[in-house]
């Protein structure tokens, strides 16, 4: 309706009207899931408006859907109550609206979701449960086989246990290192930290220590600096190390059965 100057409430009201319930659909993070959201607009200007009154509240209710579309297209529609306050937040602030004079808007919106749609959500939710059930057992596999075979008498073992094994001629000691070297990179989630980093540093450069003399002093340094941080306990068993016998080769085949070679860590 062209707004009437002597009538500014009748031209309010009726822009009212028209933008206290806005419907619509829109979508959302998943395809297929749609939002049903209602919206309902405050103009804050004062008439004359630069338009006429319908055709204004058609510009509002464009841009309306459209800011609400734009925020919830990236939602997920499991969790309705937390998009409801984060859609609610985004809507609230005022939008200008291109005009000449400016007209600025806010809206509150309230969200929910179809029948068929809550339906859809469900059946997303049980495909992420069987997922997550089948992602976690296999990552537990995982670090089981890699926490395993992440020693040299391990893989041999599992050379054993293969079928058609020639006694005659087993693996060679720095190619069982070398495989259990691969599986010792490997760390669950939650492990893979600095310490670990550290660790894996430390345990290099005592692999450059090959002669039993050398290996001796190294644990005697450590065990001294241990002492030296008041961390007594660590230092005698780093001694009781020092004093067990090193095993720097896997022996035959039948030994590493029932005893397999000692590896520091």
């Not at 009781?240 to 397999?260: H, K, M, S």
Request: charged share 25%; glycine share 4%; aromatic share 4%.
């Amino acid at each position: 309706m062209p707004w009437d100057k002597e009538s500014p409430k009748k031209a309010r009201k009726a822009l009212h009207r028209q933008l206290e319930r806005i419907e619509a659909r829109l979508p959302s993070r998943h395809d297929g899931i749609t939002f049903h959201a209602v919206i309902s607009v405050q103009v804050h200007a004062e008439p004359p408006y630069p338009l006429d009154v319908g055709e204004l509240a058609t510009e509002i209710r464009i841009s309306a859907r459209d800011a609400a579309s734009l925020f919830l297209r990236d939602q997920e529609a499991v969790d309705l109550a937390a998009v409801q306050d984060l859609a609610s937040r985004h809507l609230r602030s005022r939008r200008p609206l291109p005009s000449d004079p400016s007209i600025a808007y806010s809206a509150s919106i309230r969200i929910g979701l179809s029948e068929q749609d809550q339906a859809a959500v469900a059946a997303l939710l049980a495909i992420r449960r069987d997922q997550a059930i089948q992602d976690a057992r296999s990552r537990q596999r995982t670090d089981a086989v890699a926490a395993q075979y992440a020693h040299p008498a391990a893989v041999l073992v599992r050379w054993l246990e293969a079928e058609a094994v020639n006694l005659a001629s087993p693996p060679k000691p720095q190619d069982l290192e070398a495989i259990s070297q691969m599986f010792a990179q490997h760390r669950p989630e939650g492990a893979r930290d600095t310490e670990y980093e550290l660790l894996e540093i430390l345990r290099g450069y005592l692999d450059t220590f090959s002669a039993p003399s050398q290996k001796e002093m190294l644990f005697t340094v450590l065990a001294a600096g241990m002492r030296g941080a008041h961390r007594p306990q660590h230092a005698e068993q780093v001694d009781a190390l020092r004093d067990r016998p090193l095993q720097t080769a896997i022996g035959d085949v039948g030994a590493a059965r029932t005893q397999p070679p000692e590896r520091l860590t």
